[in-house]
């Protein structure tokens, strides 16, 4: 807020307001020599509503239901879809993308996890191929089953037939590689170590006796699952990082202040069925000093858990607010240290501790999302909170006026007080002339009740005295820098409360010197 209050109030209500007025001064000519003559030049009324509605970018302006004025800074949606927790399956199926049998029952392994404990997974598309090749001079009737693999109740199985080999050239076999079978909507269902078996009978059609087959091979091709259920004990997932930019203090040069109530809200929406677990890996502060200050909070440390469905709300979202401010945290004295970002680091830990019995689920569309916002209400205080601002001035176009003297009264109801000094630059940025002797308070700070309430409107008045012979240095100025510093009720001691309905009403005249 600062930069706004900092152009709006002190350099609008000095010398930059008053030289855009100067325009009049052309109506001067007629007057006499060395007549005096006083122009009002403004009376108008500045509120924070308007100072603050071209706050900055990345910022919200909220006015809570009691007035104070809330800014909120925004980060980027931290989400996360099921395929990392699919990503195990996929893994296995790409490792052993053709699948050697090198016995009639074998066992695929379809995930190597520690923690993972699948009891069923859903297939949403698939294709299932075999090739056997027959080495024996009978026919030979082969079937292969899986019987985990099912669909209405039935295993996926298929029965072929092969001619037997005369023992010269190829081979005979038999496979479905050209009408591969489709697997869509069966369910699987792994042992408690994570496999499936696949089993195959290959009977002589001549002596009835079980054959081996050596060249036996399966393959699952562009399967995806829809669904999986079971315990997803431990695992951990990246969940994602942003920085949020805080440029209220992009001004600031010194000075104190002190956000009475900062809040950083966490929201999170989530349909995976699983306990899962927020870890805060990293919650850094950078403030304008170049401090790199953490987050302290149990908050931080037990990890904040998720509201999750429950298998009887497969499909349903669930919704998390959690917030650190200064009662579970030192928020406060984070955000109140000038802070310029936020940066933020967050994982998920699903079924942490293993300490749930019920079996968790998650689906093809699950997703959580994590939404991070900075609270900073104008609840707090501040002492010789100092900024400033450089702006272009131009007298070469007022040759005729040699001396001024600017005068300025507010009449205050925000509980900030100012004190300004300003510097006039020539083109190299050398000195030319302060604006006043020594700094200058131009506006006080209006009384506070004990909840941080303005009670009553203070007036003020100040004087800029620019006589001949000071005058004529400035002329050349191209550039005015203002340094304001800001200090609430009492110098600071008293947390003050920013209200949307408060403002400044500012008179203005200046008291001039013509020559023709």
Known sequence: MQKYFLKAVIAVSLLVGACTQLETFDEIDKVEYGAEYAIPLINTQISIDELLEDFEENSTLFVDPDGTLRFLYKGNVISQNSDEVFAPFYETLETFSIIPLFSPDQALPLYDESGLEIQRIDIKQGQFIYYFRNPHPERVEVTITLPQVTKDGEALSFTGSIPPYSGEGDEPFTTNLFAAADITEYEVNPDASGNIQITYFAQGQETGESLLLPSAYVSFQDVLFAYAEGFFANQLYPGGSDTIHIDFFENWTQGEVYFEE???????????????????????????????????????????????????????????????????????????????????????????????????????????????????????????????????????????????????????????????????????????????????????????????????????????????????????????????????????????????????????????????
């Open 262 to 516: 900062p809040k950083v809200n966490f929201y999170v929406e989530n349909s995976f069925g699983i306990p899962t677990q927020a870890i805060v890996k990293t919650f850094d502060v950078t403030t304008v000093r170049e401090e790199v200050l953490s987050i302290e909070s149990e908050l931080v440390d037990a990890g904040i858990n998720f509201n999750y469905p429950t298998l009887e709300e497969i499909g349903q979202t669930k919704e998390t607010a959690f917030t650190f401010d200064k009662n579970n945290s030192n928020i406060d004295q984070l955000l109140g240290a000038g802070p310029i970002s936020l940066f933020y680091d967050v994982d998920i830990l699903t079924s942490p501790g293993s300490d749930t019995d019920e079996p968790g689920f998650i689906t093809d569309s699950s997703f959580y999302r994590v939404n991070v916002e900075v609270e900073l209400p104008l609840f707090g205080n501040a002492r010789n909170f100092i900024a400033q601002d450089t702006f272009a001035i131009d007298f070469s176009g007022y040759g005729d006026v040699t001396a001024a003297e600017f005068k300025l009264v507010t009449d205050n109801d925000i509980p900030l007080a100012v004190d300004v000094q300003g510097y006039f630059r020539g083109e190299r940025g050398i000195i030319l002339d302060s604006l006043f002797n020594q700094p200058e308070r131009v506006a006080k700070a209006a009384p506070v009740d004990t909840q941080g309430f303005v009670t009553e409107t203070t007036t003020h008045t100040a004087f800029a005295d620019f006589a001949d012979e000071r005058f004529k240095p400035i002329k050349a100025a191209k550039q005015l820098l203002i340094v304001a510093s800001f200090s609430t009720t009492n110098d600071g001691e008293i947390p003050v409360r920013v209200l949307g309905n408060q403002s400044v009403d500012l008179r203005i005249g200046a008291k001039l010197k013509v020559e023709r």
